[in-house]
């Protein structure tokens, strides 16, 4: 596969702009499995030690595309209404050129609003650690750019959340990070300013399970994210699940992607999912990408210590 030299020199375009760019959290195609990197109130909904890992490749083919990497560890805390997680997500953008990683610490605390339904509430500290390589722009580019790099530059945030969760139903809004951080300003009057802005990026999320028939289950699902300075995001999405082993479906991310998801539920502990999207904007072009893909793997690790409340849908 020939790979299209195009992202990074974009990217040097992009950040020798003077003025502000607003940063969004990584995207996932596959959110309804990946909850806990948008709602820290997911923490120990699925009532037992649960691991998740996600990786997603974006816009295959392109030199420097983005890479994004998630892994969290949640569950519940016996005999009490806490919960408990940690989140670590890692982006990288042009082979290296931007680096960032958060790490948060998470904790929920749960109560019964009906026999069936319970909402969450949720809250995550930590912060986020980014590298900037200025002179891996200075390989896409000729132009020499007047900046130290970046490294290791830490800046702390948290984020707040609410879930309410039933057998059937759920609902979240989210803001996983709250603090607006401003990364690097080169502060030079005679010379191009590069600014970049830690924003909050809030989220809605929903979703309902209907049952067709004894072995297929039908759930649409919604998640909205909103923040300064970029379009809405609006991602829907339809998947089956059949005989609890196996789901399929279509999703929609509007004005941006069309995807295609797939699921396997291998043991009642491992679960599989992937997902393919292909852009529907002029990047979409078989002669620019092939499309972005995602791997999603979700290990139980303990047995529930209650009942579990929430369906191995979501």
Known sequence: MVKRNFLVPFLFLVLTVQGLIAQQDAQYTQYMYNTLSVNPAYAGSRGQLTFAGLYRSQWVGLDGAPETFTVNLHSPIRNSRLGYGISIVNDNIGDGVVQETYLDAVLSYTIDVSRDAK??????????????????????????????????????????????????????????????????????????????????????????????????????????????????????????????KFSFGAAYRLDAAVSALAGFQITDQIMLGLAYDRETTELGGTQFNDGSFEVFLRLELIKAFQKTVSPRFF
């Not at 509430?121 to 986020?128: D, E, H, I, Q």
């Not at 289950?217 to 609890?244: C, E, I, N, R």
């Open 119 to 244: 909402l969450s509430f949720g809250l995550k500290a930590g912060g986020n650690m980014l590298n900037l390589d200025f002179n891996g722009l200075r390989n896409f580019d000729q132009e020499v750019v007047n900046q130290d790099n970046i490294d290791n530059k830490f800046s702390p945030n948290f984020g707040l959340g609410i879930y309410y969760h039933t057998d059937k139903f759920y609902a979240g809004v989210s803001a996983p990070n709250v603090m607006e951080t401003e990364y690097f300003d080169n502060g030079s009057s005679d010379s191009v300013n590069f600014l970049a802005a830690e924003r909050i990026n809030f989220y809605l999320i929903t979703g309902y399970v209907f049952d067709l028939n004894a072995d297929l289950k039908f759930k649409p699902a919604l998640l909205t994210k909103a923040v300064g300075g970029a379009p809405l995001q609006v991602d829907l999405s339809a998947s089956f699940l059949y005989a609890d």
